[in-house]
């Protein structure tokens, strides 16, 4: 059988013994493997170093030190630390409990869990916006009260105080984000997207949903987005919505006692799985103030699966963002939330009303899609080895993840402090509506070091939240107010700093950072060959966010309708689209989209919609190992107690024996956490016999019932006696008798497929003949891993069908 998934926690069989480390909680790993000097039995063959060491030597396995594969899948770069990581299973367990549960139920009990689910869609939309709103003010009212009093500071000619301001606010707002990362919540890091999407795919981990990485992800990104590096807030959003949709999915958090009973009808993967969906639907709304294009983005990027009903529940919850939105901003616009208002959210009609374009505006549009998709796949390959070496940092120790932030944003504050200085001054324009210069608030017309009837362009656009420069470059009618030298100087920074900022150790994301810098390459493109277009430079900057945006994230559909709820101008959208393709086509002739490239980059098992076309030469059989550990439908209390202390698995196979068969006969699969239940509860008997037990009298269905993210029992905390140790237990009430099977002589392709449509974790592999043991081995997700099968066979390295597919992987992964 195939060594247990690592990210399923273990198949039923996997490997052999070794004993449990309790530092590596379950998913220690069970194989010695002879590819890898990171994977060690956890019995004590890695020589005796210390849990820390091993720490160091997994992390600098996933962050490409060591040249080998990961056999094993079993921990993956969760935030800012390396983390156990299992899978999820959509599977239905039919066994007895689940039954009698069922068929207690009545129409009283559909109609409840009917409501149920759009009354948490209500509530998710609504924490959502309520999430992205707080985001918003705190970054208006930081960023703008920081921006204020360094703008007074150079209105008095105070240059030296001013910057030392501008750096020192910064520098503790950039701390105050990791510290808070670091110490507190390590998986609020980065934007969440990657193990959101890892998620919906089926692989969990701890704590990417809690409370704490809810509040940290929050008040860091605040903090983080107003400290002028160049992230964003929409990843986080998108992360902080799944967190609520999990939160409350799971009936609250049972931690800060704070759950609802009445939410027991969500205790398994699916619904779960659903609502989270919904919630990244929610973030991106939030962000954008763009419900049809959260509904997208959820469909397009991080679901791996979608159904109609779903999409219902999404654009419900979406349209709740939208409404409450609307609500709080018409509260704040009475003068009473400070600066906000004035940015942020507000990025609606920042283009011409009635947008034309003829026949040979499609040139320049065209050029801008290439060298969009062109700049997009550079954005990426730089992007990854920027990652990489700063994951060489961070694995050092939690001093080096703030050594490296404080790093950055002091080079950050002296660069956007120092460039608008050789910018020249501009005089103001006659006939802006706008006050010129723009001094003790946000707008287009920054003073800094010039006279009162000029402004300077650069500051204009550093000098802003990155909400306002971008409604700055996407403004019409602004042809004339920015140098092209300028619009170059900005487009560059913001390019490479986009890149350096991301990969701290505090909340960030790439949305927003990527559309600016397209804005500015837009504009550029606008300057450079507008004189053959009637397009606005406005325009451009918009098509430029859109090109960049296909050419890293290769989203098309969500993309094009975001730009468009964005600019509020449904005119743009045959240009919108045109570039999108394009961009998107040239990009992807040269690595993968930066999201695929970040699960790959944290080392998580993400299974593809597609085969590999390589699967198709091999078998089930060629990727199972042995060998299987089973149990009998009734067993022996110790057994139990040995094998779950010594493996990992998460599921074991029940095969009944003569005489309670006339041969070795398959009965189903059980799971890890349903024998722990078993043994917690010790309603044992004393001889080998059939049970007579009334589950339905002695067992309830929630006590199976899945528990939240991330968490798990554990072997080690139930306590048996030698007298109960020598006792037996029925199976047979407790085991799935309908779990999936295949052959083992189906085709690896064909099985990937079903694995991944049904959402398994355990996939049983029968043998051809019935003179063989009833069961064979079990596929895991890590059995698909190309990692895995490469290993096992390393002739498909020489195989034509396989360098197809692989070649564009390992360009991505490299």
């Known amino acids: 059988m195939a060594p247990r998934d690592p990210k399923d926690g273990g198949g039923a069989g996997g490997g052999g013994g070794g004993a449990a480390d309790p530092e590596a909680d379950i998913e220690a790993p069970l194989l010695v493997s002879s590819g890898s000097s990171f994977f060690l039995d956890p019995a004590g063959e890695d020589g005796g170093e210390g849990d820390e060491e091993r720490r160091r030597r997994r992390r600098r396995f996933l962050l490409g030190s060591y040249t080998q594969s990961n056999t094993t899948s079993q921990v993956a770069l969760v935030g800012a630390d390396v983390c156990p990581i299992q899978s999820l299973d959509y599977e239905l367990i039919e066994n007895d409990v689940f039954k009698q549960d069922w068929r207690a139920r009545g129409r009283g009990h559909i109609v409840r869990y009917v ?34 009093i360094t703008s007074n500071l150079m209105l008095e000619g105070k240059h030296g105080s001013a910057f030392a301001v501008f750096l020192a606010s910064n520098f503790a707002l950039t701390m105050l984000a990791a510290v808070l990362t670091v110490y507190v919540a390590p998986a609020a890091a980065g934007s969440g997207i990657p193990e959101v999407k890892a998620y919906l795919n089926g692989v969990d981990a701890p704590n990417i949903f809690s409370l704490k990485t809810l509040i940290v992800k929050i008040v860091g990104c605040i903090a983080a987005v107003s400290s002028s590096l160049h992230v964003g807030k929409a990843g986080p959003l998108v992360h902080t919505g799944a967190c609520i949709a999990s939160i409350l999915g799971q009936g609250g958090s049972r931690k800060y006692h704070m759950t609802c009973k009445w939410l027991r ?8 799985r659903d609502l989270v969906t919904c919630g990244s639907a929610a973030g991106i709304a939030a962000a954008f103030r763009a419900p049809v294009g959260g509904v997208l983005f959820a469909l397009e990027t991080v679901s791996s699966w979608w159904r109609s009903a779903l999409l219902w529940r999404a654009f419900f919850t979406t349209a709740m963002v939208a409404v409450v939105l609307r609500a709080l901003i018409d509260f704040c616009k009475s003068g009473k939330c400070g600066l906000f208002g004035k940015g942020g959210l507000i990025m609606f009609d920042v283009t011409a009303d009635y947008v034309t374009y003829h026949l040979v505006d499609l040139p320049p549009v065209i050029t801008l899609g290439v060298f969009g998709g062109i700049l997009g796949s550079l954005y990426n390959f730089f992007l990854d080895k920027v990652l990489r070496l700063y994951n060489l940092i961070n694995e050092k120790g939690k001093t080096y993840k703030l050594l490296l932030a404080a790093t950055v944003t002091v ?145 098309t559909v969500s993309v094009c309708v975001i730009i468009l709820e964005l600019t509020n101008n449904l005119l743009m959208l045959p240009l919108v689209m045109l570039v999108l393709l394009i961009s998107k086509v040239v990009a992807d002739a040269f690595n993968a989209n930066v999201y695929d490239l970040l699960v790959r980059l944290k080392g998580f098992p993400h299974l593809e919609g597609y085969a590999e076309p390589y699967m198709r030469q091999l078998s089930v059989s060629d990727v199972v190992t042995g060998p299987l550990q089973t149990f009998s439908g009734i067993e022996k209390v110790g057994h139990i107690v040995h094998v779950l202390k010594t493996t990992g698995h998460n599921g074991f196979p029940v095969v009944d024996e003569p005489p309670f068969s006339d041969s070795p006969t398959l009965y189903g699969l059980i799971l890890r956490d349903h024998l722990l239940v078993l043994l917690r509860k010790k309603d044992f008997i004393r001889s080998c016999t059939a049970s007579t037990l009334n589950t339905s009298k002695h067992f309830a269905h929630d006590e199976f019932a899945k528990r939240g993210s991330g968490k798990q029992d554990s072997i080690e905390d139930i306590r048996l006696s030698a007298e109960e140790l020598e006792m037996f237990v029925d199976l047979h009430p407790f085991t799935n008798t309908s779990p999936y099977t295949v052959l083992e002589t189906m085709s690896l392709a064909k099985a990937l497929i079903l694995f991944r449509e049904v959402g398994l974790r355990h996939l049983l592999v029968l043998p051809k003949s019935s003179k063989r043991a009833p069961v064979v081995g079990i596929l895991t997700r890590h059995d698909f891993m190309p990692e895995h099968i490469l290993g096992l066979h390393p002739f498909l390295f020489k195989s034509r069908w396989k360098k197809v597919r692989l070649g564009k992987l390992n360009t991505s992964i490299l």
């Open 115 to 148: 409501a149920l689910k759009w009354a948490l869609c209500f509530l998710v939309g609504a924490f959502a916006a309520a999430a992205g709103f707080v985001a918003n003010l705190g970054v208006e009212n930081v960023a703008g009260a920081k921006f204020v």
């Open 265 to 272: 009808y969500f205790k398994n993967d699916r619904d779960r």
């Open 411 to 555: 080079c950050t504050s002296c660069c956007l402090f120092g460039l608008p200085w050789i910018a020249s001054c501009k005089p103001c324009p006659t006939d802006s509506e706008e006050a010129c210069p723009s001094i003790g608030r946000s707008g287009n017309f920054k003073k800094f070091q010039c006279g009162m009837t000029e402004y300077n362009d650069l500051a204009s656009l550093f000098f802003n939240t990155n909400d306002d420069t971008i409604r700055n470059l996407y403004s019409a009618g602004t042809d004339d107010e920015f140098h092209m030298s300028s619009i170059l100087v900005f487009f560059a920074a913001s390019y490479f700093l986009g890149i350096f900022s991301y990969g701290l150790a505090l909340p960030s994301g790439l949305f927003v950072p990527v559309i600016l810098t397209g804005a500015a390459y837009g504009r550029l493109v606008g300057m450079l060959i507008g004189s053959q277009s009637t397009l606005d430079h406005g325009l451009f900057a918009v098509l430029g966010s859109a090109a960049l945006l296909g050419g890293s994230m290769r989203m």
